[in-house]
Every structure is written in C-alpha cells, then in structure tokens.
C-alpha cells in the first residue's frame, strides 16, 4: 500500500497527541489528599505496609494500577483512595489534575489532588498500608524541601551497534540530572515522586497568591 495525502491527512488530522510510545508503558494514578483537622488544612500521607514487595516502609500517597476496567485515571486514583483508606467514594472530591510524570522506568503517573470529606476515623487496608498520618499544610509552604540532584548517563548495551553511528564507541551521549526533594516532618521522610509531586503542588499554591 502507498498513502497518499488523502490517507495521511484522514490518519493524522484533528488527532490529540500523547507520550510517544505511551501504549508500552505502565500507568498510575495518585490522589495528594488534604484533610480539614482542627480547623486546618493537613495534608495525608500513607506508610506502605512492610510487607509489599515494592518500596516497603516508604512514605507516599493513595493510589496505584490504572486498571482497564477504570474509567480513567482519575477514576483509578478514586478507586485506589477508597480501596487503601477504607472511605467511600462519596467521601472524595478531586478538585483538578497535576501535571503527569514520564518516569524512565516506562511508567506515566497522573496525580490528582483533592479532599477528602470523613466525620469518622479511616479505616486503612493494612495489607497496603502500615499507617497514616497528616502533615499541616502550612509546613511544607514555610519549610521547603532539602534537594539533591541524580545524574542520569546513557549505558548502550553489549550488544550495541556502535559501528552504525558516526564516532562508533565515541559518540558524545547527552546526559541530564533530575531532582530529587527531601521533605522532613517529626521522624518522617518524604522523597521520591511523593515529594515531587507533593513540590509541583506547592509551586501552584505559590503561583496562585
């Protein structure tokens, strides 16, 4: 077959573009929760259970898998709020999306940010979550976070055809840092994408004074 322009402009026209590649990747969705304690606005924060094989012990937010039977990502972080904190769907109001994460692990992360609206105590799956706890909000507006960079080099594989590219083993790869934030609270560390996302939300808050 040989497209014509025809094909091509019918193929291509009005088409929304995406993360190139995406459809090989894995898909999360988190939901950075605030909650109203004492008359202010805390942000919660869980403890990953001890006993799960990924990231046991680490501080993060609610949420998980894109599944296909999920509407969207946002259903997703919905579903996974409701599913870690034992609440109920009515108890969730997303008030907008953060801007997603690419991640170099083949991953794309969309987080959502919200409130959650209980008059009774959580009652967390302890088979995902160890514990919880909330943070004031204002503390990570008057403390920013401590930051390291990570340096990010290119490693081509054995197998890798160096003779097809120009300078062969020589070739100048490019190579880049990222952020990494550390957020402390009492005996808790906060870092990793929680705290990425966590300074993409104060970086908002900010912009919007």
């Avoid at 937010?61 to 509407?71: I, L, S, T, W, Y």
């Avoid at 999306?97 to 105590?121: C, H, M, R």
């Avoid at 952020?179 to 900010?206: C, K, N, S």
Wanted: glycine share 6%; proline share 7%; charged share 25%.
């Amino acid at each position: 077959m040989k497209p014509s322009i025809v094909d091509i402009h019918a193929r291509i026209n009005g088409r929304s573009a995406g993360v190139l590649g995406n459809e090989r990747f894995y898909k999360f969705a988190v939901f950075l929760p605030l909650i109203e304690r004492q008359g202010e606005l805390h942000v919660l924060f869980e403890v990953r259970a001890h006993t799960l094989r990924r990231q046991p012990g680490e501080v993060c937010f609610p949420g998980g898998k894109v599944d296909r039977h999920d509407q969207s990502p946002k259903n997703a972080a919905i579903r996974e709020t409701c599913e870690e904190l034992g609440i109920l769907e009515r108890e969730v109001s997303v008030m907008g999306e953060l801007d997603f994460l690419v991640t170099s692990f083949q991953s794309i992360v969309y987080p959502f940010a919200g409130v959650i609206n209980v008059a009774s105590e959580l009652s967390p799956n302890r088979d995902e979550v160890e514990e919880v706890f909330t943070v004031p909000l204002s503390h990570f507006i008057a403390n920013p976070p401590e930051r390291h960079d990570i340096r990010v080099h290119v490693q081509p594989d054995d197998s890798f055809p160096f003779h097809l590219i120009p300078n062969g083993e020589e070739y100048n790869w490019s190579s880049s840092s990222m952020p990494e934030f550390f957020y402390y609270y009492q005996d808790y560390v906060i870092w990793g994408m929680t705290a990425r996302i966590l300074y993409h939300f104060i970086q908002l808050l900010d912009e919007n004074k």
